[in-house]
């Protein structure tokens, strides 16, 4: 059982397109992390919010926490093919110190 | 170094084979841990080194792995008697305190188990 549920599993889409990706769990976060991973590589860091209904804007992405922190989102706006890739939320529990990963999110944007 | 290095990127060994992988992290970076990312699956979590203190090997699937970090830098993940289960991407990742600094990962060492 994962702690942290990604949902969709799978998008794909076309170049322009918005697109969103969610990330839920019944815990409660100190904080929640974003991370984009591209074949043959590991994550790459892309966001980390700590407050309840923060949002964060990183040029066409949307990161937003939910107000009791159990859930975040990412928005990307006009998606473009180099957003193409897995992306994974990460977040540890209150009290724990390190993190737990979903199972990502694979987005395909079509050119 | 700039990032965090893992070595070997990919190896290949026979079923009942030790293999050992390789990750120098960031300099500077107190915490290092390790994960398992298999097809389909999250990142799954090994082991966790912070500055001296005894590690947090919770996540050892089995009495066939074990790690050590020396020096407080590199560290070595090593697999004894090795299955095709074993079989996955082996990621290390720094930080510089903990899980609130965000991690940066190495770019993992691909395990195929013959």
């Known amino acids: 059982t994962q702690l942290l549920e990604q949902s969709p599993q799978f998008l794909s889409i076309q170049e322009g397109e918005n697109l969103t990706v969610y990330c839920n769990s019944s815990?409660?976060?100190?904080?929640l992390q974003w991370y984009r991973q591209e074949p043959g590589e590991g994550p790459v860091l892309l966001v980390t919010?700590?407050?309840?209904?923060e949002v964060k804007k990183l040029k066409r992405l949307t990161f937003q926490f939910g107000d009791a922190r159990k859930d975040s989102s990412l928005h990307i706006t006009a998606a473009q093919p180099g957003d193409t890739g897995l992306y994974l939320c990460?977040?540890?529990?209150?009290?724990?110190?390190?993190?737990?990963f979903g199972a990502g999110t694979t987005v395909t944007v079509r050119a | 170094g700039a990032g965090v290095s893992q070595s070997p990127s990919n190896k290949v060994t026979e079923k009942g084979k030790d293999v050992e992988l390789r990750c120098d992290p960031i300099?500077?970076?107190?915490?290092l841990y390790w994960y398992r990312q298999s097809l389909g699956q999250g990142l799954e979590f090994l082991i966790y080194?912070?500055?001296?203190?005894?590690?947090?090997k919770s996540g050892l699937p089995s009495d066939r792995f074990s790690a050590e970090r020396t020096g407080g830098s590199v560290s070595t993940l090593t697999i004894q008697r090795t299955q095709q289960e074993d079989s996955a991407v082996y990621l290390c990742?720094?930080?510089?305190?903990?899980?609130?600094?965000?991690?940066?990962f190495g770019s993992g060492t691909r395990l195929t188990v013959v």
């Open positions: 990742a720094s930080s510089l305190r903990d899980k609130n600094y965000g991690y940066t």
């Open positions: 815990s409660v976060f100190s904080s």
């Open positions: 919010v700590v407050t309840g209904g």
């Open positions: 990460a977040g540890a529990a209150i009290g724990d110190y390190k993190l737990s």
């Open positions: 300099s500077g970076h107190t915490a």
């Open positions: 080194f912070q500055g001296n203190s005894a590690p947090d």
